[in-house]
């Protein structure tokens, strides 16, 4: 008997197997605009090293049966504290994309955030069952205003507004590949892509396959906003192209929002509001000044301020400044069910994980995500077990012995 070939969601055992299929499995250009952070990648890495620098305490002689890994994040109810972050290039780790992250985290219970420049319409997602998250990107009132309108038009149900990005961070691979900003594939990156693209013929044949156009326009010329039939020119000065670039030119913008945009931008969105990228609990009492439902300790997984604190060792700071007033989720190095736990014990809600789904995406599509959905979950009561702690519901700092 001839054995069946196994399925790659199935070859992937935790994230660094689905990073290496990754890496086999896309461009170089594309492989390393996610895999990449800013400068040396030493916020980056401290990311990771911070979870590995908590211990636990477990408690011995217990039995807690099968542990509940449910809760609540802004009220909506969570099968699995694990999110999937907002991201951008989406579209351009397999043609499932967006959407087929947002199906694999709604099988998993849990919540996909659209990004702005994820490459997917917003409005592809308007029929999908469940909470639905939009992260905004952009920078005059005007362009948010329109975004803000398409996603309660839409039925999105949260807001996620992202505050580090002033200016973008010096990410040297993308500058090395050429792609630093924005990755276009036209006519202009053509011969010096090309090479890449044609050594990962799977990939290029999948995108084929999808309809995607992987040449697409020069800049300057019209592109028509897939579900609104408006067309936008992108010229020297960038901007996405309403949350629904091609999945050929996904083009990555500094956010400058300041707090009284904050204040604007809460005062136009009546769902759940949330301020992405605090690093300090001292902006977590502003966010909270600003009207925001909760904050996101984040550093942008390494790809903004190189020598930003690892957000697993500002994680205490920002719980205590909130206190009652915000929930508090986290996200930047969690690689394992391990960290989520860890995460949660230091008094997080939930966790957003970016590049562990990505890696899986791009591997394997929508399965590969529900793959990786299904590692964490099995991590994290595999954890509880063995820590004695009946559920996500009895973390506290008591479960961690700190160095």
Known sequence: MVALPMPIAARIHNVADA?????RTLPRAVFDYIDGGAEDEVTMGENERAFREIAFRPRMAVNVGRPRLDTTVLGTPVALPVLLAPCGLVQLMHPDGALGAERAAKR???VSVLSAVAGTPLETLADEPGPRWFQLYAAERDTAEQLMGRAADAGFESLVVTVDTPTLGNRERDVRNGVAGSLRLDARSAIRLGPQILAHPGWSLRMFRSGMRLFTRAPGSPVTTPG?????????????????????????LASPFTWDDIAWIRSRWSGHFLVKGVLSGDDAVLAAEAGADAVVVSNHGGRQLEGAPATMRVLPEVVAAAGDRLEVLLDGGVRRGGDVIKALATGARAVLVGRPYLYALAAAGEAGVER???IFSSEMSRTLSLLGCPGVSDLDR???QEP
């Open 372 to 374: 990786m959905l299904d």
């Open 228 to 252: 609104t039939g408006a067309q936008t020119t992108d010229g020297p000065g960038e901007r996405p192209v309403g949350a629904a670039s091609s999945a050929g030119a996904v083009v990555m």
């Open 19 to 23: 990073r290496c299929l990754a890496r």
């Open 398 to 400: 008591s479960w961690l």
């Open 108 to 110: 998993a219970g849990t």
